[in-house]
């Protein structure tokens, strides 16, 4: 197998995760943008006028107060019968935000249709109005609407790009975990060494010699290097009997013959 071959290879074993979970995240997003129902948004904006000139201070705090009531039961209370929610419904397509530098409320409302987000928020934006306004004598200011929410041309949710790249995205941190995981498990692994390749069919295999074993001498020995002795050679030069049980009883009858024949 060439070089390339086995470069993809490896690319492809440790990279494979990766790989198959990006496009699958992003088919995922793809298709919860297409099952999922549209939602739409429409914002209508409240300002806050101070009765007393020089009270632009004042006017920017009684602001942030009353964008935090605009999503309470008692601004929600009239702007409920009017679009046909119950308190539940339109507190959760209902939220109002502020400016810390600016005496406004931005009130935006949601719904599944244009029309119905813009008419949402619209009724909720008239009922703080006359809530606020039954005060004003106590606070000092007075809210007026600054400009009515308009129907959206298209819808905020879902939106396809965004769904697709969350979903590669989710992927993709899944794929890298999964390869993470499978690198570690790898490393704890042992290595298995490869089993030698056989030979080609009618190469004879190589016949191994085994080497005469050396004797251990010192550096003055003259045996030093020489092979060693077979255990009967050695036993004979030493001058013992190497013929077993026999060999031990050969000596003595010899000596009797000896004796018999001085007789």
Request: hydrophobic share 40%; aromatic share 2%.
């Given at each position: 197998?060439?070089?390339?071959?086995?470069?993809?290879?490896?690319?492809?074993?440790?990279?494979?995760?990766?790989?198959?979970?990006?496009?699958?995240?992003?088919?995922?997003?793809?298709?919860?943008?297409?099952?999922?129902?549209?939602?739409?948004?429409?914002?209508a904006?409240?300002?806050?006028?101070p009765?007393?000139?020089?009270?632009?201070?004042?006017?920017?705090?009684?602001?942030?107060?009353?964008?935090?009531l605009?999503?309470?039961?008692?601004?929600?209370?009239?702007?409920?019968?009017?679009?046909?929610?119950?308190?539940?419904?339109?507190?959760?397509?209902?939220?109002?935000?502020?400016?810390?530098?600016?005496?406004?409320?931005?009130?935006?409302?949601?719904?599944?249709?244009?029309?119905?987000?813009?008419?949402?928020?619209?009724?909720?934006a008239?009922?703080?109005?006359?809530f606020?306004?039954?005060?004003s004598?106590?606070?000092?200011?007075?809210?007026?609407?600054?400009?009515?929410?308009?129907?959206p041309?298209?819808?905020?949710?879902?939106?396809?790009?965004l769904?697709?790249?969350?979903?590669?995205?989710?992927?993709?941190?899944?794929?890298?975990?999964?390869?993470?995981?499978?690198?570690?498990?790898?490393?704890?692994?042992?290595?298995?060494?490869?089993?030698?390749?056989?030979?080609?069919?009618?190469?004879?295999?190589?016949?191994?010699e085994?080497?005469?074993a050396?004797?251990?001498?010192?550096?003055?020995?003259?045996?030093?290097?020489?092979?060693?002795?077979?255990?009967?050679?050695?036993?004979k030069?030493?001058?013992k009997?190497?013929?077993?049980?026999?060999?031990?009883?050969?000596?003595p009858?010899?000596?009797?013959?000896?004796?018999?024949?001085?007789?």
């Open positions: 197998m060439t070089t390339p071959r086995r470069s993809a290879r490896r690319l492809v074993r440790r990279w494979w995760p990766v790989a198959l979970a990006v496009p699958l995240g992003a088919a995922a997003g793809a298709g919860y943008a297409v099952v999922s129902h549209p939602s739409y948004s429409a914002s904006y409240v300002l806050v006028v009765q007393n000139t020089g009270e632009a201070a004042t006017a920017t705090n009684f602001a942030q107060a009353y964008g935090r605009a999503g309470q039961p008692q601004v929600l209370a009239a702007a409920a019968a009017d679009t046909g929610h119950t308190l539940t419904e339109l507190g959760n397509l209902v939220h109002g935000t502020t400016s810390p530098d600016a005496p406004m409320i931005e009130i935006t409302g949601t719904g599944t249709q244009a029309r119905e987000a813009a008419r949402t928020a619209d009724a909720v008239r009922s703080l109005v006359s606020a306004n039954t005060s004598r106590d606070t000092n200011v007075r809210l007026v609407t600054l400009a009515p929410a308009a129907a041309d298209k819808p905020t949710t879902p939106s396809g790009s769904d697709v790249a969350v979903g590669g995205s989710a992927g993709l941190l899944l794929g890298a975990l999964v390869m993470m995981t499978r690198r570690r498990g790898d490393a704890a692994a042992p290595a298995v060494p490869e089993a030698p390749a056989d030979p080609a069919p009618g190469t004879p295999r190589p016949r191994t085994e080497a005469p050396r004797t251990a001498a010192g550096p003055g020995d003259r045996n030093a290097g020489k092979p060693a002795e077979k255990p009967a050679v050695a036993e030069a030493a001058g009997p190497t013929g077993g049980a026999g060999a031990e009883g050969e000596l009858a010899k000596q009797k013959a000896a004796t018999g024949s001085a007789r």
